[in-house]
């Protein structure tokens, strides 16, 4: 199915920070139709993961074919929003979704309706949905290969652990948004990150809302097998329900299927707003690497 664009008008705000007034957001507002009043109306909030951006992979993709006004924005560190950068600090990255919900409803009377978020996003997202009264509104969210076993995450720094534990930091250098990109990581961010809680949505996300967990099976960043276990944790609520979508040949970037990841949210964005969703797994209509398309 194709899903053509659908935002009429993109405005790029620059969101005061309330609890770094130094360090504001950037973001950008897609309107379906910017002459109508923004009071009451639904919108849906695009997360990017560690050492991303606004735009990348397949978040601006989605936010232009939405049926409905969309905001996406960089953390605090990243891209154009200026700050420290740190590998651990999730709980400043839930600061900044905190600041970006309170502007748009504040400042143009939005509902927050949908959640998309990738790797870090999802992790971020899940705290926020968890512990946020402003959740509750939330009827949809989507899982984009999101990291469930924190402690993992040693699992990916492997060649870097010898430096890691000579020096107590290791340098990482990216390409971001086509810029060169370096970080410092200690041993401190490490931990931080390992030991962040992501236990909590057994008991506290929000019963009513319905999710997609959508992850390839070559994810060598994040295992597959943590999107079995957000399956297993959301899958018994009621009336929200949950979808696991598993695609078979995609890496943790969906590196070549952006254009196809996008649709996938999309038509289960249409159940959605149809409210036609049921739990259980869901086919990706995403046409794999090999000749065959999948079905799982």
């Not at 664009?5 to 620059?14: A, D, E, N, V, W």
């Not at 360090?23 to 909030?45: F, N």
């Not at 924005?73 to 709980?91: H, I, K």
Request: glycine fraction near 6%; charged fraction near 25%; aromatic fraction near 10%.
């Amino acid at each position: 199915m194709s899903y053509p664009i659908t935002s009429k008008k993109t405005t790029k705000l620059r969101i005061p920070h309330p609890k770094d007034p130094d360090h504001p957001l950037t973001g950008i507002l897609e309107q379906v139709d910017s002459e109508k009043p923004t009071q009451g109306r639904r919108i849906a909030l695009l997360l990017h993961g560690t050492i991303g951006h606004k735009d990348y992979l397949f978040l601006k993709r989605t936010a232009l074919r939405l049926p409905m006004d969309s905001f996406r924005f960089d953390f605090r560190g990243n891209f154009e929003s200026p700050g420290p950068w740190r590998m651990g600090a999730f709980l400043n990255d839930v600061e900044d979704l905190e600041a970006a919900v309170a502007y748009l409803t504040k400042e143009f009377g939005y509902i927050i309706d949908l959640l998309i978020g990738h790797s870090r996003g999802v992790v971020t997202a899940f705290r926020w949905m968890c512990t946020a009264k402003e959740a509750a509104s939330v009827r949809g969210f989507v899982n984009a290969a999101g990291r469930y076993r924190m402690p993992l995450i040693y699992n990916t720094i492997t060649d870097m652990q010898q430096e890691l534990d000579a020096n107590g930091f290791f340098i990482r250098k990216e390409s971001v948004a086509r810029q060169p990109w370096e970080g410092r990581i200690t041993k401190e961010d490490m931990e931080e990150f390992a030991t962040f809680d992501s236990s909590l949505v057994w008991n506290f996300f929000p019963d009513n809302a319905h999710v997609l967990t959508l992850h390839g099976l070559a994810d060598q960043t994040v295992p597959p097998y943590d999107a079995m276990i957000y399956a297993d944790a959301l899958g018994s609520r009621s009336p929200g329900t949950h979808n696991l979508c598993y695609v078979e040949q995609a890496d943790h970037n969906f590196t070549g299927l952006a254009d196809d990841v996008t649709a996938t949210i999309l038509d289960w964005v249409t159940y959605l707003e149809a409210d036609k969703l049921r739990t259980g797994v869901w086919p990706t209509g995403i046409r794999e690497k090999s000749s065959r398309t999948s079905k799982l």
